[in-house]
């Protein structure tokens, strides 16, 4: 069922916690819903677990959006495994934290695109339990290259 909507992006979300522990998860749901002001948005999967990705993008405001990028997808994919709430994703894998402009939330050094987000607002999507979390473009960092 994941795929029959065929190919959609996978992104690393990460965030940080009010205590500096830091948190990098993989979703495949980043979707576009304006441009002025800039606005992303993701589903977040029921929160009937602990989701520090959610958790700390509710405490702190910020997060960014990594893109996947077939150098990092093994351990993208490794971000997924239920680690406790102090352990970092970044420390389980070869994924590098990286802080741009006093930014809070950390970028993956390794990502093609780097995108910094401010959560403006959720909406409880009632069919399934998920959340539409939906952010704004704060900033863009991006391999010359790929323009």
Do not use: C, Q, W
């Amino acid at each position: 069922m994941n795929s029959i909507s065929g190919y959609k992006p996978a992104n690393l979300i990460a965030t940080k916690s009010e205590d500096g522990t830091t948190n990098v998860a993989v979703f495949s749901s980043v979707v576009h819903y304006g441009s002025s002001p800039a606005i992303l948005g993701f589903v977040l999967r029921p929160t009937t677990v602990v989701r520090n990705t959610y958790d700390n993008i509710k405490k702190t405001g910020f997060y960014t959006i990594n893109a996947i990028n077939e150098v990092i997808i093994e351990d993208a994919h490794h971000t997924s495994a239920k680690y406790p709430s102090g352990v970092s994703e970044f420390d389980k894998t070869d994924l590098t934290e990286i802080y741009k402009d006093d930014f809070f939330a950390p970028y993956v050094a390794e990502s093609p695109i780097k995108i910094g987000m401010k959560f403006l607002e959720e909406h409880p999507i009632k069919a399934n339990g998920t959340i539409l979390v939906l952010g704004e473009v704060t900033d863009l960092y991006f391999k010359e290259s790929m323009l």
